[in-house]
């Protein structure tokens, strides 16, 4: 029987640090019935009553397939452009276009360094240094 009471206990208390992360994190339009600190204030008191009632009457719920999860901007507040970089195809083909050019730069750079390297391993066994034609990009 004590486990019983242990057990619950513990799921009190977890159901009462969510209502509080809830009831904290929500938006003040989606605080109903109450202000937010009245309902801080039931939850801390009355764990297991006013974390229910949270859950319940004190948040606004969002109904329907694909709703956003608790903390998220409704869709018609949302920014017309993409919120992460990655999700932007302006920015990842303007980072296409600067890399492509400095992998170029940078391959056409390490290309003469080689070059003038192998060159002076030649000269230094004796071997007449060696002019390739270099390919254009």
């Known amino acids: 029987m004590a486990r019983l009471y242990i057990l619950l206990f513990v799921v009190q208390v977890i159901l009462a640090v969510c209502a509080l992360i809830s009831c904290l994190s929500a938006e003040e339009d989606d605080v109903r019935h109450l202000p937010r600190i009245v309902w801080v204030l039931i939850i801390l008191f009355f764990p297991l ?20 999860w608790p903390g998220t901007r409704p869709a018609q507040h949302r920014p017309a452009r993409p919120l992460a970089p990655d999700d932007d195809p302006e920015f990842l083909r303007s980072i296409e276009e600067r890399s492509s050019k400095e992998d170029q730069e940078l391959f056409r750079r390490w290309e003469e360094d080689l070059r003038r390297r192998e060159n002076d391993l030649r000269r230094r066994e004796g071997e007449p240094p060696r002019e390739e034609p270099r390919p254009e990009v």
Do not use: K, L, Q
């Open 49 to 68: 009553v006013g974390s229910i009632a949270w859950f319940a009457a004190g948040r606004e719920r969002r109904t329907g397939a694909g709703t956003p």
